[in-house]
């Protein structure tokens, strides 16, 4: 089954890390990161620059709409995800639960519906 680990979390403000205690959590995201690897479970894994650097677009009307910034003006916003294939919903919520992420921010478990493997569309 696949799942995202979606770390959600304000952009700045309470439960910030600070510049001191940046080195440590990146070794434990290292640690962690490389804990899924080995166990086979880990899909993709990617840290988000900050949600004013995002760009939004849509096509309405035939016709294309760029806007700077996020989709939504939200204090909390989706910092990071970790999409891994495990075998139940209880494996996703140990794996989140390991996640340094959840130290200062949230961490939803979300499971995908559908998936592009192998050239096609497959359900879960």
Not at 46 to 51: G, K, V
Not at 81 to 108: G, Q, T
């Amino acid at each position: 089954m696949r799942f995202s680990l979606l770390i959600i979390k304000a952009e700045s403000g309470e439960g910030d890390v600070s510049e001191e205690e940046l080195p440590p959590f990146r070794e434990l995201f290292d640690a962690y990161a490389a804990s899924l690897q080995e166990s086979g479970a880990l899909i993709a894994a990617d840290i988000f620059r900050p949600a004013a650097e995002s760009t939004t677009v849509t096509l309405r009307g035939g016709s294309r709409q760029v806007q700077d910034g996020p989709y939504l003006d939200a204090v909390e916003t989706l910092s990071g995800c970790f999409v891994i294939d495990v075998p139940n919903r209880a494996a996703a919520l140990a794996w989140a639960e390991k996640c340094p992420a959840a130290l200062y921010a949230v961490v939803e478990v979300r499971q995908a519906a559908v998936s592009f493997r192998e050239g096609r569309w497959r359900e879960h």
